[in-house]
């Protein structure tokens, strides 16, 4: 099969538009987690911690040298443990907000496939399934009625 038609087919399933669709809310997604985590969570954690700035804490291994003239001899070097800890709370609450919001699809796809369920719509797969699964109960019982009146 050639590259073309295979990228054709690629394309034309829906694959490359999933992705698409997948990055771009990813993007966006990241965008929104960003702004809640250093606009409006980080704030108020500073204020409860006295105003510490988590991001200027740090282990100073070396400070830095000038020469007479105020000319930098040696850039400071130090372990800044206080970035560290702040990436970790990002993580957790991104990882938390990520937790919510599968929770919540998984709650509405569980909801959606349930064909009993009227007050959302059941996708047409799940629902002809349903369907057959029914036709082929009903079928059974009516063989076996059959069967056991022989």
Avoid at 30 to 36: F, T
Avoid at 90 to 112: C, H, P, Q, Y
Wanted: hydrophobic residues 45%; glycine residues 6%; neutral net charge.
């Amino acid at each position: 099969m050639g590259f073309l038609k295979e990228f054709k087919e690629f394309a034309v399933k829906g694959n490359m538009m999933d992705m698409a669709i997948g990055i771009i809310i990813g993007a966006s997604f990241n965008k929104v987690i960003d702004v809640l985590v250093k606009k409006v969570l980080m704030p108020p954690l500073s204020l409860m911690s006295s105003g510490i700035n988590l991001q200027d804490k740090k282990v100073m291994l070396r400070e830095t040298e000038l020469d007479s003239a105020g000319k930098v001899l040696a850039e400071e070097v130090a372990i800044q443990y206080g970035a560290l800890v702040e990436a970790f709370i990002d993580f957790i609450i991104i990882g938390l907000t990520v937790f919510l919001v599968v929770k919540a699809m998984n709650r509405l796809r569980e909801k959606s496939d349930n064909t009993k369920d009227k007050t959302v719509k059941t996708p047409k797969d799940i629902q002809l399934l349903t369907d057959l699964t029914e036709l082929m109960e009903e079928q059974n019982k009516l063989l076996r009625a059959n069967t056991s009146e022989k």
